[in-house]
């Protein structure tokens, strides 16, 4: 079965601290996304990572991707309130028809 | 470029009844695709259209489920003697074909069946 397992599942810190979230899948993937999430709102594309070892940053967010590892994490710098969200990864393969497969997402709530 | 829209964007319903759906890609956008998702979860592929032909439907697209999309723009997702088990945000997304996973979600639609 093909999965995508994301760690912490919640996660409350304060502002200025770093943290990562850490994305996990079980299938042969070359290819990450990541979205954000505000409550009662869609979703809004963040980072695509295509290739291992990519690394791509925005802001204070960084994501990265080690397809040999299977692992994709999202580092938060210096955290501020505004990016307090639900953040999902996602991945695709040919194994689930490269159709999406998403984690359950890691609520940040980045408190003043 | 509005991004996609979509239509309603919240509707109660009684169990039983029948509601559809309503959702406007990019223009440019040649892929649709069809998502469920509900609280604290992320969104479940239910269906995608390249153009007007609907190439894939997950499993979790019961028969009481029927997506169209006619002209190759605009989409409708019908479901049919709604159960409360389908209460959710239904989200609609779309893409071009050289990308198809850099996907660019709608508002979504939230479902609440009585």
């Known amino acids: 079965e093909l999965k995508v397992e994301q760690n912490p599942l919640f996660l409350s810190m304060q502002e200025g601290k770093n943290y990562t979230i850490y994305c996990n899948y079980s299938t042969t993937s070359d290819r990450l996304y990541w979205y954000r999430q505000d409550p009662g709102k869609s979703l809004e594309s963040l980072f695509v990572?295509?290739?291992n070892g990519a690394v791509k940053q925005e802001g204070r967010l960084m994501a990265s991707l080690d397809t040999k590892a299977r692992l994709s994490t999202l580092h938060i710098t210096a955290a501020v309130h505004d990016l307090s969200a639900t953040y999902f990864c996602a991945v695709d393969s040919r194994d689930s028809n490269y159709q999406l497969i998403w984690g359950a997402g890691t609520k940040l709530i980045i408190k003043p | 470029d509005t991004g996609v829209s979509q239509d309603p964007r919240h509707k109660i319903t009684k169990r039983g009844q029948n509601v559809t759906f309503r959702c406007d890609p990019i223009s440019e956008h040649n892929r649709l695709y069809w998502y469920r998702q509900t609280l604290g979860q992320g969104p479940e592929f239910l269906t995608y259209f390249q153009n007007e032909a609907q190439l894939e439907k997950s499993r979790l697209l019961s028969d009481r489920f029927s997506a169209e999309r006619p002209k190759g723009s605009f989409s409708t997702l019908e479901i049919q003697r709604t159960e409360q088990g389908d209460s959710a945000m239904y989200l609609c997304?779309?893409?071009?074909?050289?990308?198809?996973?850099?996907?660019?979600f709608g508002p979504g639609t939230r479902l609440t069946v009585l």
């Open positions: 990572l295509l290739s």
């Open positions: 997304a779309s893409s071009r074909a050289m990308a198809p996973n850099e996907q660019f």
